[in-house]
Nanobody
Framework: EVELMESGGGSVQTGGSLRLSCVASGFTVVNYCMGWFRQSPGQEREAVGGVDVDGKIYYADFVKGRFTISISKDNTKSTLYLEMNSLKPEDTGMYYC???????????????????WGQGTQVTVSS
C-alpha cells in the first residue's frame, strides 16, 4: 500500500527555519516525480518544488534560495525533505508531499484527485 506521511511542521517567527519530512511507504521516492505543495486558507494549492524521475530538482520562484529539497541518502531512499530557511509570514500554510507529479515549465503539477498525497503538516510563520 502506498502511503505518504509528512512531519516537521510547526510555528516559527519570521526568519526562522523548519525541516519537513515526507516518509514514503510502499514505494521508493527516487522512482517517482515527487513534489511539495502548500495551501493557505482561501488560496489554491500551489507547488513549492519537486524532484523529477531523473533527480532534477525544481523550485517555485518564491522559495528559490530559501528552501532546499532533498531525498534521504540511505539505502531505502524513502524520505523526501524540505528544508525551509528565512521563513516569511506568507509561507504559512498546510504543506503536502505528493507522488506521481509531472513537471511542466519547471513547475511540478498534480491534480488533488490524482497520484498520492500525504495528510499535510501545518507551517505557521508569525511576524
Amino acid at each position: 500500500e502506498v502511503e505518504l506521511m509528512e512531519s516537521g511542521g510547526g510555528s516559527v517567527q519570521t526568519g526562522g527555519s523548519l525541516r519537513l519530512s515526507c516518509v514514503a511507504s510502499g514505494f521508493t521516492v527516487v522512482n517517482y516525480c515527487m513534489g511539495w505543495f502548500r495551501q493557505s486558507p482561501g488560496q489554491e494549492r500551489e507547488a513549492v518544488g519537486g524532484v523529477d524521475v531523473d533527480g532534477k530538482i525544481y523550485y517555485a520562484d518564491f522559495v528559490k534560495g530559501r528552501f532546499t529539497i532533498s531525498i534521504s541518502k540511505d539505502n531505502t531512499k524513502s524520505t523526501l525533505y524540505l528544508e525551509m530557511n528565512s521563513l516569511k509570514p506568507e509561507d504559512t500554510g498546510m504543506y503536502y508531499c505528493a507522488a506521481e507529479c509531472s513537471v511542466w515549465s519547471g513547475v511540478p503539477t498534480l491534480p488533488p484527485d490524482s497520484g498520492y498525497w500525504g495528510q499535510g503538516t501545518q507551517v505557521t510563520v508569525s511576524s
